[in-house]
């Protein structure tokens, strides 16, 4: 790894990096995933990388909604496995919900690595290993389509950051509540999902689980009316402001 200076303006963003590279060389991260990192710096740049309003607002929801839920589950894949993996499990402990491994371009060395990753963080168990079981989500073909019995199969609130358009909207045309972390607010995911967190998965998975802790001594009726005010696209939108507000500034 390359010394950075934490003098280095940039020096938040070039860790990740670093981190990213790192990952990529051990082969938990697919092949495309520093360049799905890159679009997230871009977006993540144009909201002044940090977590707006509407982003607090839509933790708050999330977090809600998962506590309310009969059977919630967070599904990972590599980035933010490595992004954020102690934070993933502390919130999965807090919830709870098991986490679920979930790869777009998944292979059985991948999967490994994940589950190593995830148990090195504090994991007891994690679903979606290789030989675990597996049913189809409807709609979906090849790997892609793969669920857990006891995770996305059967839950009702799903946690997904950083998910792929056609995954949220088969999730979502099951039923389920789908909540994603996708810096990118025009993405399908964003667009597709109950509930959209506009914001940095390693701002948003911390801030996760500082509300969980709070939210968890809230009567059953109040967290209630906190998912049922929400409107997502009304949200989004908040966030597309926050982008333009943040241009305003510099003019
Ligand atoms: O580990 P796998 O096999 O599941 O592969 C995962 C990747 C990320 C390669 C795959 O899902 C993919 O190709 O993703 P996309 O379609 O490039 O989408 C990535 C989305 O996540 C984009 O909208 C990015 O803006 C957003 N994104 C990237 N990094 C972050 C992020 N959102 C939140 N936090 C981030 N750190």
Same mark, same amino acid.
């Given at each position: 790894?390359?010394?950075? $200076?934490?003098?280095?303006?940039?020096?938040?963003?070039? %860790?990740?990096?670093?981190?990213?590279?790192?990952?990529?060389?051990?082969?938990?991260?697919?092949?495309?995933?520093?360049?799905?990192?890159?679009?997230?710096?871009?977006?993540? !740049?144009?909201?002044?990388?940090?977590?707006?309003?509407?982003?607090?607002?839509?933790?708050?929801?999330?977090? $809600?909604?998962?506590?309310?839920?009969?059977?919630? @589950?967070?599904? #990972?894949? &590599?980035?933010?496995? @490595?992004?954020?993996?102690? !934070?993933? %499990?502390?919130? $999965?402990?807090?919830?709870?919900? /098991?986490?679920?491994? =979930?790869?777009? !371009?998944?292979? /059985?060395?991948?999967?490994?690595?994940?589950?190593?990753?995830?148990? =090195?963080?504090?994991?007891?168990? %994690?679903?979606?290993? *290789?030989?675990?079981? +597996?049913?189809?989500? /409807?709609?979906? *073909? &090849?790997p892609r389509s793969r669920a857990?019995?006891?995770?996305? +199969?059967?839950?009702?609130?799903?946690?997904?950051?950083? *998910?792929? &358009?056609?995954?949220?909207?088969?999730? #979502?045309?099951?039923?389920?509540?789908?909540?994603?972390?996708?810096?990118?607010?025009?993405?399908?995911?964003?667009?597709?999902?109950?509930?959209?967190? @506009?914001? =940095? #998965?390693?701002?948003?998975?911390?801030?996760?689980?500082?509300? @969980?802790?709070?939210?968890?001594?809230?009567?059953?009726?109040?967290?209630?009316?906190?998912?049922?005010?929400?409107?997502?696209?009304?949200?989004?939108?908040? $966030?597309?402001?926050?982008?333009?507000? !943040?241009?305003?500034?510099?003019?």
């Open positions: 790894m390359h010394k950075i $200076s934490p003098k280095h303006p940039r020096y938040n963003s070039l %860790v990740l990096r670093e981190k990213m590279a790192e990952a990529y060389q051990e082969g938990i991260l697919a092949d495309t995933a520093l360049i799905a990192h890159g679009r997230g710096e871009a977006f993540d !740049y144009i909201l002044g990388e940090k977590t707006s309003p509407a982003a607090l607002e839509a933790i708050r929801t999330g977090i $809600s909604a998962m506590l309310l839920a009969d059977n919630p @589950v967070i599904s #990972v894949n &590599g980035n933010t496995a @490595v992004l954020t993996a102690e !934070y993933i %499990v502390e919130l $999965s402990h807090l919830i709870p919900a /098991p986490i679920e491994i =979930n790869l777009f !371009y998944r292979t /059985p060395e991948r999967v490994k690595k994940m589950e190593k990753l995830l148990k =090195n963080a504090g994991a007891t168990e %994690v679903l979606g290993k *290789e030989g675990d079981d +597996h049913v189809p989500i /409807p709609g979906l *073909e &090849g857990h019995p006891e995770g996305a +199969h059967r839950a009702d609130v799903v946690l997904v950051p950083l *998910e792929d &358009g056609d995954r949220a909207q088969a999730l #979502v045309s099951s039923g389920k509540k789908v909540i994603t972390i996708d810096l990118n607010p025009l993405s399908r995911t964003a667009q597709t999902s109950s509930i959209t967190i @506009v914001d =940095n #998965v390693v701002r948003a998975i911390p801030l996760m689980v500082q509300e @969980v802790k709070k939210l968890k001594r809230y009567p059953q009726k109040q967290l209630k009316e906190i998912v049922d005010e929400f409107d997502n696209t009304k949200n989004i939108a908040k $966030s597309l402001n926050s982008i333009s507000n !943040y241009f305003k500034q510099d003019e």
